[in-house]
């Protein structure tokens, strides 16, 4: 089968891309390469993908409803892993434009496109960040989302009842896996775990917001990627599903664990807390397991060894 799989130069769309290739499935990939982080970056991040005659590219912008239309031309696209967005809480309260323009616009745009070329296959990557400041843990799919803290959060929220609309008039098979913080090689570099490996690698101060108490579900790429392969293999009417480790790590926690494998010490700058970020955030990950058959296998201390090798495998480079 053909996917389409939107943002598929960025951090979790390269791993699936790579994922359904190796797998011998027919992969486009349309991305913008925007500059919210260096586009070369992501240019890297499909290098092996170009070499592979089951996958092609389509450069254009999903805010663009003719850009939209020359992905589907060409292969027949079986179903669309919908991963392109304007990700990060704090950037969205600065300017939240660009976060409605391309997260709900731009996934109207999709969703329409699919209707139009009568794809049915539809998945979203959601948020945890839906849950705002959930007082219930572990959050389940459940709990009510009503109160986004965030653009973002609204976004992504926002992005979820597009698709609902989608699934009951014109019958799409929806999918919606709201991943929990992911980590690993190719993270984003504005991400928490990439920037203070960064900054305590390169001897620079990192700020800790709250001092350091926030907790945080981290859900290493190659669970996040089993996940969604599982999603994308069966059908579903349509579905919310939690994605995470179900295990939660403060921050300062994580900040002494890459001071661990960095044999450096950071300098910390403890700061109040911003608003947009959330205090907590956990998993409830029993209808995945159930239903999705999802087993994520990676613990933080194994993760966080694998990331910082990475990282300092790619500074040689
Ligand atoms: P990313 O920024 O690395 O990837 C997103 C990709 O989408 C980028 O390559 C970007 O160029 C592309 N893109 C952005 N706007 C576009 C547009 N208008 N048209 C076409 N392409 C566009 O982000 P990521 O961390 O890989 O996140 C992937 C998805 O998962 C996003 O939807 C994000 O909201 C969601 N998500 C990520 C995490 C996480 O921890 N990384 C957590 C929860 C949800």
């Known amino acids: 089968m053909n996917y389409l799989v939107t943002g598929g130069a960025g951090f979790i769309g390269s791993h699936l891309v790579e994922r359904l290739l190796t797998e011998g499935e027919g992969v486009v990939c349309l991305d913008n390469f925007d500059d919210f982080y260096d586009p070369k970056l992501k240019r890297r991040n499909i290098q092996g993908a170009l070499q592979n005659p089951h996958f092609r590219l389509v450069e254009g912008d999903l805010r663009n409803e003719g850009d939209l239309e020359r992905a589907f031309q060409g292969m027949k696209i079986g179903a669309v892993a919908h991963l392109a967005a304007r990700a990060g809480v704090r950037p969205s309260i600065q300017d939240p434009r660009p976060y409605v323009d391309t997260n709900v616009r731009g996934t109207l745009n999709l969703l329409e496109a699919c209707r139009k070329n009568g794809v049915r296959r539809f998945l979203l990557a959601s948020s945890s960040s839906v849950y705002g400041n959930n007082p219930k843990v572990p959050f389940s799919e459940k709990d009510p989302v009503d109160n986004p803290i965030s653009p973002y959060a609204a976004t992504k929220k926002a992005t979820e009842l597009l698709a609902h609309a989608y699934h009951h008039l014109h019958g799409l098979d929806?999918?919606?896996?709201?991943?929990?913080?992911?980590?690993?090689?190719?993270?984003?570099?504005?991400?928490?775990?990439?920037?203070?490996?960064?900054?305590?690698?390169?001897?620079?101060?990192?700020?800790?917001?709250?001092?350091?108490?926030?907790?945080?579900?981290?859900?290493?790429?190659?669970?996040?990627?089993?996940?969604?392969?599982?999603?994308?293999?069966?059908?579903?009417?349509?579905?919310?599903?939690?994605?995470?480790?179900?295990?939660?790590?403060?921050?300062?926690?994580?900040?002494?664990?890459?001071?661990?494998?960095?044999?450096?010490?950071?300098?910390?700058?403890?700061?109040?807390?911003?608003?947009?970020?959330?205090?907590?955030?956990?998993?409830?990950?029993?209808?995945?397991?159930?239903?999705?058959?999802?087993?994520?296998?990676?613990?933080?201390?194994?993760?966080?060894?694998?990331?910082?090798?990475?990282?300092?495998n790619e500074k040689k480079d």
């Not at 494998?261 to 990950?285: C, S």
Request: aromatic share 10%; with cysteine.
């Open 174 to 312: 929806i999918v919606c896996l709201r991943f929990f913080t992911v980590y690993g090689p190719r993270q984003r570099p504005e991400m928490a775990i990439h920037q203070f490996t960064r900054r305590i690698h390169e001897g620079q101060r990192i700020s800790l917001f709250g001092k350091g108490e926030s907790e945080r579900d981290y859900t290493y790429i190659d669970d996040a990627i089993e996940g969604t392969r599982k999603a994308l293999a069966r059908e579903h009417g349509y579905e919310i599903y939690n994605l995470g480790e179900s295990q939660t790590t403060s921050l300062l926690q994580l900040v002494r664990m890459l001071e661990e494998r960095l044999g450096k010490k950071a300098l910390i700058d403890i700061l109040p807390e911003q608003p947009g970020d959330v205090e907590r955030t956990f998993a409830d990950i029993r209808k995945a397991e159930e239903r999705l058959e999802y087993r994520p296998k990676m613990k933080i201390e194994e993760g966080l060894t694998r990331f910082v090798r990475w990282y300092l």
